[in-house]
């Protein structure tokens, strides 16, 4: 299975907690924007975006 990361960049507040579970997924740019490193995720990455995106305190971070 195969999934894709969305960001609601309207929600999103930058906080980083995505990047610290999922570094090789999330980066937070120097401008405070998040970046999404791999946005179509391979079946073996979905567990571990969906594991960033609970710890979202804004829950901008969906996987679909």
Known sequence: MSARIVV?????????LCESVA????EIADDG???VLVPDLPADRVELARAA???CPTRALSIR
């Open 23 to 26: 570094p090789e997924l999330f």
């Open 8 to 16: 609601d960049e309207a929600l999103c507040a930058s906080t980083g």
């Open 33 to 35: 924007a998040l970046l």
């Open 53 to 55: 995106a609970r710890t």
